[in-house]
């Protein structure tokens, strides 16, 4: 198992700036791919950006030039930098791991609420 843990979110004026970290620990060599994604009450959870073991990281095209996601070499830290904020980047944001034995993403963390405002 992976326990994973976010911190980092907050508010926000729009074109403002945050720096969200996903802790990782427990079977951190289980871990294929390790993602970030958002929700918004009401609508599907959305994979924003993910890292496959060392390759480089993807992005959801509406926050491609805004976000960047990085993690130290050993996967127990991954962070999430945010810049220009729009109001629509408002959502609950959370990390997850996908482990090599699993065909999806099956570990979460309990979130963390990012509000920008106009």
């Known amino acids: 198992q992976v326990q994973l ?7 926000v004026q729009a074109g403002g700036s945050l ?9 951190i060599g289980s871990i294929e791919y390790i993602g970030w994604f958002r929700q918004v009450l009401g609508r599907p959870r959305e994979l924003v950006a ?6 480089a990281p993807l992005y959801v095209e509406s ?3 805004r976000f960047t996601m990085s993690s130290n070499n050993a ?14 980047d408002t959502a609950v944001y959370s990390c997850g ?4 034995s699993s065909l999806g993403y099956m570990y979460w963390g309990q979130g963390t ?6």
């Open 5 to 11: 843990v976010e911190s980092g979110g907050g508010l």
């Open 19 to 27: 720096r969200l970290s996903c802790a990782a620990s427990g079977n």
């Open 50 to 55: 993910s890292i496959r073991r060392n390759d």
């Open 63 to 65: 926050v491609k030039g």
């Open 75 to 88: 996967k127990s830290m991954v962070y999430l930098q945010m810049s220009s904020l729009k109001p629509e």
């Open 97 to 100: 791991v996908r482990p090599y």
């Open 113 to 118: 609420q990012v509000t920008v405002s106009l």
